[in-house]
């Protein structure tokens, strides 16, 4: 991995879960993959279906995230916080393929680290098991990078 020097250390799928049980805003952002720039991988499937891999970071700054944003050249970052009446379900499943496929196909992308996946899915259209994941409400906004 390049030294960005954007991440000291990372926060993990199972962290960034925490973070936001605890109230705690977070904003995921990306970069191609073959830049190895971050340490977490991610995937998302656009307006016309196409699903697109990538490397993916969650931080907690929201300047931090535009400025990785930037230098990537995305359009738009993640901004997730928690609370009771949020747009989406946020859920921590244990990495797989058949979860990222899940993931893929009902909330559109997934931020994992192997062990952990790190998803939304808007809100009462959840497909994964009670008793098989953690979950909580939050608002999920796609924000400009600019």
């Known amino acids: 991995m390049r030294d960005t020097g954007y991440i000291s250390g990372y ?81 921590l499943i244990p990495d797989s393929e058949f979860a990222r496929e899940v993931a893929l196909k009902f909330a559109g992308g997934y931020t994992a680290d192997s062990r952990w996946l790190f998803t939304a899915v808007e809100r009462e259209k959840s497909v994964f098991e009670d008793g098989h994941t953690d979950w909580l409400y939050a608002d999920c906004e796609l924000i400009p990078v600019k």
């Open 11 to 91: 926060i993990s799928a199972s962290d960034a879960f925490y973070l936001l049980q605890a109230g705690i805003t977070l904003y995921v952002v990306s970069a191609p993959v073959d830049t190895y720039a971050l340490p977490l991988a991610g995937a998302w499937k656009d307006d016309t279906g196409t699903i697109h891999t990538d490397c993916s970071a969650v931080v907690l700054n929201p300047a931090t995230a535009r400025e990785i944003g930037r230098e990537y050249n995305q359009q738009y970052i993640l901004r997730i916080t928690p609370c009771a009446d949020g747009n989406s379900e946020v859920y």
